[in-house]
């Protein structure tokens, strides 16, 4: 009679259940079967009445009964209360975020970087030099003779005539041989200075870094194979190449490294002057003279060094036409890179 | 330097190359071509024409309706020249033409009504001169409706050579022809011509005397009698206009055109002004006055080589003639000066007077002292047939002592150990002997060369050594893609300053690069300024003694766009005297140090829907500082210092010491600073100097396990005295504790009347705990009632809350 009842109840309950939608019918459910008063302890308070045999087996059917229901019931309750919650905290996920600056590095900064960390990974030393110079070692010591022609190459700021604003980073070359014994392997950055016009090709003030490498048996070749796997990382693998000779009083062969113009591919542009290529260092053989006066042994020892100027890369890199726009630290371009 | 390929041909055979063989060539041996003009291709399209009919414009009145003739049609063109008229033959550009200047094209056009098919041109729009006063008309004997490269014979190649310092042999045409020699293994002549004197003796109508033998090792002269002086023949002109010379008289282009041909100067002085007919070489004793042929007065300074006659300067040595003895129309008899002057005398000069001459520009790099009278011969033989003149018999060829051609010793195998690559034996002596190098010595490992004396850049072997690379070609050397790297230490001097960077920059800052050229009123605000001996304006006269201005100059730069709210960095070398009185003569007498700035102004936060605005105050300029050096493991190494009272460039300021040094300082900046930049709201800056920061050792790092047992917090709020600070408070706090209190953190600060008058209330967290245990709630009771006693008697403080 009761296992009838027990039966009947289960299935009253889970046809109640499935109607169930929101927390008020959910808290009917509950009234209906699990309160107090409730048809399942109603049940219970009959299990009195049953006899001594039943009861046993009873029990454990109504025991089932109320747990199949209770469970049953906290997992709607969880559902609904999780629904509802959300409908609650409904947030327009479209409203914009807090956002944080993060900073950046001069786009010169960043292309120097790049050029540095190639030379790094091919073993070269990062040194640093004084921008205020002596003439001695922006001139003198580079193999310029006071005065040749050479000079005019570079117009110079002059503090007096004993020193001056360096005109390029090779100075630091005289520093590090006349510190060190060979081999030397390293690469110098820094700003130079030259009595320029100003215009939108040319600044008095730039960047420049600088190579050298000095050993017992470093030769013109290992200059050429060291470049060119410079500009295949820094420019990419596909570009041609080409050395030519040039003049540098410190270096002797001298070389001038073109690639090919990566805006028109070598088909000639207003950027390379019509002629498909585009200058991008001046390298050559450490000259003799230049050793002699860091007292290194000629015979004994050969090196290369090189030089690029950092504005004239980031320029072709990012399509920049005025070289001003690195000096005007106008935020809308700093922020852009 | 512009080139004539037509005449480079006359000096060696380049038939049949392509130009773009000889361009390319030429660049890849060292004479690097920036640009050329191949007339041919130029004027391919440009044609004579006819003017048949010349009629006005019915709309316009200063333009002309013309029937041109191109020998096949006749065709409608509108002409604006004032020039134009019927029966002229004119250079007709029909539609399609690419017109030179400009490089625009022709097309078919509507003006003011009347179609138009092509253009009459002028010689500007050709780019042949500057004239554009008119169209060009043509001689009659030209052809109607052929082309003009052959009418006009405007076949030539104009090339434009970058010639390097030491390449002096090369400014000339047949220094130029000798490398197209070499590059193509071609044979090289010089121009040949043949002397005709007369029976006058030289020595008869002039002398010369070198009294500078040093600064004149040769003076070379020719005379010339009764010429007329005239214009110059075509030929000679056309070679000039092609290389951008402008004719100006047979004397004068004859000159010219042996500089450009042989690369030696020359002068002409009327003999007739020449007292007693003669030439004396020598340097000035004192300062003088001088007037040269561009009538300007000179003031030359003492030692300037001059040309002089019996009794007068007439000629600055190599740079410019001077006014009294100057070739006129009337001119009937000339000497002619072909000499070798020592370069550096003449730079010295030049530079001197600031005046740059073709001539100079030659003397200071070097001209062959061998082939004056060469030159001189040349240019007599020229003037005496295109002016009717006479040559007189013999030369005045003043040479003290010879220039001796120089020798070098070439060692193979050193070839080899410079180039990384051998370049066969017979490879390097056909090279050499192209370039005009006698051998004098001959052996299975070494050749002793003599080397002529038009190439004064060979003195060594290495010199020799790149001659035979370049010729050889660059790019026949091979490109190794192995390279050695020894294994000694390798450093990185800008690691510091790049983590710098990284870490300034995930604080919110950008980074700017300055110009350290700045005016006087900027290096005036802090340190001892260094001025620039040659400034290219008073805007840049001065080296930055720090970076705070010219930061201050960009953030005036930037508030005028409209960016208002700014976080800059920069970092970067200032220059600062040591005495201000003592000038620089040696590296002590000043200081280059390397500083890092921090700048910011406006708000750090933009008011947005769910976060107030901010401005930048003293305390996030702090913070930055702060954290930078939590970063940097410097934060318990360096120490503060607070200043109320400022300085010349802050209200309020505070520094970073390291030992009692000063690392770096900032604070906000004042109001007449900012004044000076036009800068109207608050900024605040610090600047660190990065030379002694990066000296300074950090606390090393150490792993510290994470804590195992819990913290305990606790908080209390005093009321102070206004006067008390936090700095003072906080130190007590520590010392008034035992080790488990771990840190204290000021959350709450406020002052207000119900307080009381003066005072303010401070509230703290502390944080107690112990590594090694669970601490109980007694001894940290203990530990903080202990230390509530203490601050009240110490401050007079009252415990909020109590
Ligand atoms: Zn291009």
Known sequence: MLDERIKKITAHFNQDISAVKDTKQLEELRLKFLSRNGLVSQL???????????????????????????????????????????????????????????????????????????????????????????????????????????????????????????????????????????????????????????????????????????????????????????????????????????????????????????????????????????????????????????????????????????????????????????????FRFLKQF | MKVSLNWLKEYVDLENIPVQEIVHKLTMSGLEVEDYVDENELYKDFIVGYVKEKKKHPNADKLSVCIVNTGTEDLQVICGAPNVETGQKIVFAPIGTIIPNGNFKINKAKIRGVESFGMICSEAELELSNDHSGIMVLTEEVNVGKSIVKELELNDVILEIAITPNRSDALSHIGVAKDLASIFNKEFHLPEYTLHESAKKVKELASVEIVDKINCPRYTAKVVKNITVKDSPDWLKKRLTKIGLRPINNIVDVTNFVMYELGQPLHAFDLDKLNGQKIVVKSTETETVFTTLDSKERKLPKGTLMICDSEKPVAIAGVMGGENSEINNSTKNILIESAHFNPSSIRKTS????????????????????????????AAQLIADLGNGEIAHGSLDNYPEKIKEKEVLLRFERVYKILGFQIPKEKILQILKKLGLKIIFESENENRFLVPTFRPDLEREIDLIEEIARIFGYDNIPTISKISISLGEKIDETAFEDAIRDYSCSLGFYEMVNNPLQKEQFASLIGNKIQILNPQSLDMAFLRTSLIPSALGVVAKNINVGEKNL???????????????????????????????????????????????????????????????????????????????????FDFYFTKNYEKVEIGVGGKVKKDVLKQFDIQQDVFCFEFDLSKLKKIKANSKKYLEPLKFPKSIRDFAFIFDNSVTYEEVIKFIKKSSSELLKSVNLFDLFESETLGKNKKSMAFSLEYYSEERTLTEEEIEKDFNYLIEKIKTNFSAILRGA
């Open chain 1, 44 to 330: 219970f308070d009959e299990l009195k009445n049953a006899s001594k045999e039943e009861k046993p087996v009873l029990g454990k059917l109504l025991n089932a009964l109320r747990n199949e229901v209770t469970e049953k019931f906290n997992l709607l309750k969880d559902h609904i209360d999780s629904l509802e919650k959300e409908s609650v905290e409904k947030i327009d996920l479209s409203l914009p975020g807090f956002e944080r600056t993060i900073g950046s590095k001069h786009l010169l900064i960043q292309t120097l970087n790049e050029i540095k960390s190639i030379f790094k990974g091919l073993g070269f030393s990062v040194i640093e030099g004084p921008e205020l110079e002596s003439d001695y070692n922006n001139f003198g010591a580079l193999n310029f003779p006071p005065d040749h022609p050479a000079r005019d190459m570079q117009d110079t700021f002059f503090i007096n005539s004993d020193f001056l604003l360096r005109t390029h980073t090779s100075p630091v070359q005289i520093r590090i041989m006349e510190k060190t014994k060979p081999p030397v392997r390293a690469i110098m950055p820094g700003r130079v200075y030259r009595n320029e016009a100003i215009s939108s090709r040319s600044y008095c003030v730039f960047h420049q870094v600088e190579g050298l490498y000095v050993d017992n048996d470093v030769t013109f070749a290992e200059l050429k194979g060291t470049l060119v796997a410079f500009a295949h990382q820094f420019y990419g693998e596909n570009l041609k190449y080409r050395f030519r000779p040039s003049f540098f009083p410190f270096t002797e062969p001298s070389a001038e490294m073109d690639i090919t113009c990566f805006l028109c591919h070598g088909k000639g542009c207003k950027v390379c002057k019509h002629s498909g290529w585009l200058e991008i260092l001046g390298c050559g053989m450490v000259d003799p003279n230049v050793f002699d006066n860091v007292n290194y042994d000629h015979e004994q020892y050969t090196g290369y060094a090189f030089g690029m100027g950092i504005e004239r890369t980031a320029l072709l890199k990012y399509g920049i036409d005025d070289i001003r726009v690195f000096f005007d630290n106008d």
């Open chain 2, 567 to 649: 976080r800059l960095f920069e970092i970067g070398n200032v220059f600062n005297l040591k005495n201000e009185k003592k000038e620089i003569k040696n590296f002590e007498d000043f200081s280059e140090n390397q500083k890092l700035i921090f700048i910011v102004t406006g708000k750090i936060q933009d008011k947005t829907w769910n976060f107030p605005e901010k401005y930048f105050d003293f305390y996030d300029l702090k913070g930055y500082i702060n954290s930078l050096l939590i970063k940097i493991s410097l934060d318990n190494v360096l120490n503060d210092s607070y200043y109320h009272n400022g300085d010349s460039i």
């Open chain 2, 351 to 378: 530079k001197a007077l600031g005046l740059s001459t073709e001539a100079s520009y030659r003397f200071e790099r070097w001209v062959d002292p061998s082939s004056t009278l060469l030159a001189a011969e040349r």
